[in-house]
């Protein structure tokens, strides 16, 4: 690769709607469309680095249109800036504007993409990791009438998926009866997961969790508000069923916290609330030094951002959940190169350095877009 220090020449930021193939419904809402971010920055040397969001208004407070508007201020504030200094990129971010970790988490990934590129290796290798493990995603079940649950189940083992995320967090009572019928159709062996985003109240999830002991779940993902985190410890101590907190984790500092109060004993993380790479790997560190394992997920992004997500699964050996079915669910597949999936859930990575994957030009082309010089 050309030039010893690159600097960001323009970054380009598109809206990019992608419509459901069905409604995606969870305690917080319900979703038709993916109000995604694509962003594209390239260096002087003419080096392209790809990154998306997801935004999701009810978790970190952006919308499509937030982050297409942030995202000119920090891409004016980033241009000129050597990608290779990926940790200064990410504090620069962080000084224009506070939150905002969608659209961060974005430019953080193409920023991440370039200097993996520069520096000859799969973005993996360049965060320190080895693509020395399977990963094999869950697919999820969206809340709905029971009998429907069940029979979502039945079409995902059909389709041979091994691993089933269930959505819960609309009346605990119900919630179990959505995992009864569920596990009558697919038998007590396979792993199953379960998702509250913080639909429960204390004494309901306490209540809940109890009475899910007979069903094998293998961890309740978020199962009260997340502002109520201080619950967690004793919600831990009470519950057969691991938590494993995802709303309540953002940051590394979030993290910490956590970990000090013993609230739980998992870690869902996601770009999309990290702001990106800097601060998912403090994250990971700190999972790593305090027995917490840890699952790699994320919002409704395309293949593209999970690539990115799956690059990061490889980081650590503590990182063992895989939660990446959204670009499945979608019924357009703008992305080039990225991951692929095979039957039972089993994600193939990309060759070559950096991140692997880039978006359709004639995709672009029709998107509303800016480019920032």
Avoid at 111 to 138: E, H
Avoid at 209 to 230: G, H, K, R, S, T
């Amino acid at each position: 690769m050309k030039g010893d220090k690159p600097g960001i020449r323009q970054i380009e930021i598109y809206r990019s709607p992608l419509k459901l193939r069905e409604p995606f419904i969870i305690s917080l809402g319900e979703m038709l469309y993916a109000g995604n971010i694509i962003v594209r920055v390239t260096t002087n040397e003419g080096v392209s680095g790809f990154g998306e969001c997801s935004p999701f208004a009810s978790i970190n407070g952006e919308t499509i249109d937030t982050c297409y508007v942030v995202g000119q201020k920090l891409a004016k504030n980033l241009i000129g800036k050597d990608p290779m200094d990926t940790d200064g990129c990410s504090d620069l971010m962080d000084k224009t504007i506070l939150g905002n970790s969608s659209i961060k988490s974005a430019l953080s990934t193409a920023i991440f993409d370039i200097a993996a590129q520069f520096a000859g290796l799969p973005l993996f290798a360049f965060l320190g990791g080895d693509n020395n493990k399977k990963l094999i995603t869950d697919y999820t079940i969206s809340i709905d009438d029971p009998q429907k649950m069940a029979l979502n189940a039945e079409k995902i083992l059909e389709n041979g998926f091994s691993i089933i995320k269930v959505k819960v967090g609309r009346d605990g009572n119900r919630d179990v009866e959505r995992i009864r019928l569920i596990r009558q159709v697919a038998g007590m062996d396979i792993p199953l997961r379960i998702d509250a985003n913080q639909g429960w109240e204390m004494t309901e999830a306490i209540q809940t969790l109890n009475a899910l002991y007979d069903y094998n779940i293998q961890f309740c993902e978020e199962p009260v508000p997340a502002w109520d985190f201080m619950q967690l410890p004793e919600l831990t101590r009470k519950s057969p069923v691991p938590i494993m907190a995802d709303e309540s984790c953002f940051d590394h500092h979030d993290a910490k916290r956590l970990i000090d109060i013993s609230a739980c004993t998992l870690f869902n993380i996601k770009l999309g609330k990290s702001a990106g790479f800097t601060k998912a790997m403090k994250i990971v560190r700190l999972a790593e030094n305090n027995g917490i394992k840890m699952q790699i997920g994320g919002f409704l992004e395309s293949r593209l951002g999970f690539t990115a997500a799956a690059h990061l699964a490889l980081v650590s050996k503590s990182i063992e959940y895989f939660d990446f079915d959204s670009p499945l669910m979608m019924e357009k597949d703008p992305v080039t190169g990225g991951i692929s999936y095979n039957r039972g859930g089993v994600i193939s990575m990309p060759d070559g350095p950096g991140l692997g994957a880039s978006v359709d030009e004639e995709y672009l082309k029709k998107l509303d877009g800016i480019v920032i010089k």
